[in-house]
């Protein structure tokens, strides 16, 4: 599985911009995704996850409501939609993707690379 970011840039706050993750490789072997971000001097933080099928979803408290995931099944692309950005949302934004496990099954996460979204005030 090969996950592919792109979108990032820089944006004045209170801009938008959508992250795209492009999904290749095995996909049925997947279960949930999501959009992880990590700051300069801080550790990697969840931003989003959505479950297998465009299911439940989950977003950090300090993007509810600004930001929305979601994916296209048909493109195997994942978005995230940034709106009201802030100068503390500037950071590399990595998608994720979570292999499905069977009982007692032990696999690492997939990682995109990263793309760097940087808020100016």
């Known amino acids: 599985v090969q996950l592919v970011e792109s979108g990032g840039g820089l944006v004045q706050a209170g801009g938008s911009l959508r992250l795209s ?8 072997s997947l279960n949930a995704m999501g959009w992880y971000r990590q700051a300069p001097g ?7 996850t959505m479950h297998p099928g465009g299911g439940s979803t989950n977003y950090a408290d300090s993007v509810k409501g600004r930001f929305t995931i979601s994916r296209d099944n048909a493109k195997n692309t994942m978005y995230l939609q940034m709106n009201s950005l802030k100068p503390a949302d500037t950071a590399v ?3 994720n993707a979570k292999p499905w496990l069977a009982p007692g099954e032990n696999l690492p996460d997939y990682w995109g690379k990263g793309t760097l979204v940087t808020v100016s005030s």
Do not use: M
């Open 93 to 95: 934004y990595y998608c």
């Open 42 to 48: 801080k550790q990697r933080e969840l931003v989003a």
């Open 21 to 28: 993750c492009a999904v290749s490789g095995n996909i049925r």
